[in-house]
């Protein structure tokens, strides 16, 4: 017989904004992106999203918090249409705060970050 255990991950989640540029620039120069990508990310929603994608049967449940913007309501959609994790009732939506977001420079062989954290 399978035994079924909930699962719950708890920490702060990111909206990313992924760019991806042939060069990082220095301050002062602009680099022009190839690619860019919007995504509920951060190491805690990924760790969510990969256990819930392992299927077996087990919940997984996200504890975190976004803010009342367009970056938290994008997050929770995000999470909410793929299916793996749930949110309901873990997830607190702050009013007045902003939700965390995160700039990605992705270089062919290095990356730069610029967050902005709740």
């Keep these: 017989e399978r035994i079924e255990y909930p ?9 990313d904004l992924l760019c991806k540029v042939a060069e990082l620039p ?7 992106a190839s690619t860019t990508l919007l995504a509920a990310g951060g190491s805690t929603a990924n760790t969510a999203r990969f256990l819930g ?18 970056f ?11 299916g793996c994790v749930t949110t309901d009732g873990s997830l607190v939506v702050l009013p007045g705060v ?3 977001v ?3 420079l ?13």
């Design 102 to 104: 995160c700039v990605v």
């Design 98 to 100: 902003p939700t965390s």
């Design 7 to 15: 699962i719950g991950v708890l920490g702060d989640i990111y909206v």
């Design 72 to 82: 938290g309501s994008y997050f929770i959609e995000q999470l909410r249409s793929e």
């Design 53 to 70: 994608s392992l299927g077996g049967g087990n919940v997984v449940r996200l504890f975190s918090a976004v803010g009342n913007d367009l």
């Design 26 to 32: 220095v301050w002062g120069e602009d680099r022009l």
């Design 106 to 118: 992705s270089g062919p062989s290095d990356r730069g970050f610029v967050s902005c954290n709740t």
